[in-house]
């Protein structure tokens, strides 16, 4: 990782661009101390490439270890604020929250998408305005929040920026849709329908606990608990994404 932000140069975007930043600071909450952190946060890779000369090297790495700090600090959020609730509802508050959209719409907050460099090819075809890449653009930035700083400063950040998201987390939740994204998912390999199976029921009439399983063809796939038959279904479609993500590539 050190070496990585040696090779970092400024010689590109220009003392201009440099200036231009300090709106962006504004409205993150926080100025950075090294300022190539963030130049190197907002350089997506068709303008590294289209660039070589700059030694600019684009975003991914600090994308991929912003993904892993918001999913830290959104979950520590969620379970301090929400201390009876059980795992599953938790991890559909957290997956909302962190969701492309969700975090276009943060990105679109801060106008995050006027301050990317993006190649001509991404820039003609509207991507400062595309979901992904404002989603990747923000966890990009939160990546290097936390190198500039340290963890509670990046804390603090998010609390700010997910204000609005994290005050209505618990009703919009619903909205995270685990059982379509698995069945697009299994469309696309051709595997069919999915079947959803309750397995159990228990607890007292105020307090049921349902249990599903979700099969394609006769196999498990996944398996989900949940307060409603829905819920648990949702869960179970849930544990069937993540374990196909963990599964061997053939």
Not at 87 to 104: H, I, T, V
Not at 216 to 229: A, D, F, P, Y
Request: aromatic content about 6%; proline content about 2%.
């Amino acid at each position: 990782m050190t070496n990585d932000l040696h090779n970092f140069s400024l010689h590109e975007p220009c003392p201009k661009c440099l200036e231009r930043i300090t709106d962006l600071e504004r409205m993150l909450g926080y100025v950075f101390q090294n300022k190539a952190l963030l130049l190197k946060a907002l350089t997506h890779s068709s303008y590294a490439h289209e660039n070589p000369r700059t030694n600019l090297r684009h975003n991914e790495r600090v994308e991929f270890l912003g993904d892993a700090v918001l999913d830290l600090l959104l979950a520590e959020h969620l379970f301090r604020r929400f201390a009876e609730r059980w795992e599953g509802d938790l991890s559909l508050m957290r997956s909302w929250l962190a969701s492309e959209s969700s975090l276009a719409d943060v990105a679109q907050s801060i106008n995050l998408g006027g301050f990317l460099f993006l190649g001509v090819g991404e820039e003609t075809s509207g991507g400062r305005n595309r979901q992904a890449l404002l989603a990747d653009g923000l966890e990009a930035v939160l990546g290097a929040i936390y190198l500039d700083s340290d963890l509670d400063t990046t804390r603090r950040v998010v609390e700010h920026l997910f204000t609005a998201k994290l005050e209505s987390v618990d009703e919009e939740k619903e909205r995270v849709n685990y059982k379509n994204a698995l069945q697009s998912r299994m469309s696309a390999a051709g595997r069919g329908a999915l079947d959803y199976r309750l397995i159990s029921t228990g607890g007292p009439e105020h307090m049921k606990r349902f249990e599903v399983v979700v099969c394609s063809k006769g196999e498990q796939l996944g398996r989900g608990m949940g307060s409603t038959k829905k819920e648990a279904e949702m869960q179970a479609a849930c544990a069937a994404l993540l374990a196909l993500d963990q599964a061997p590539q053939q």
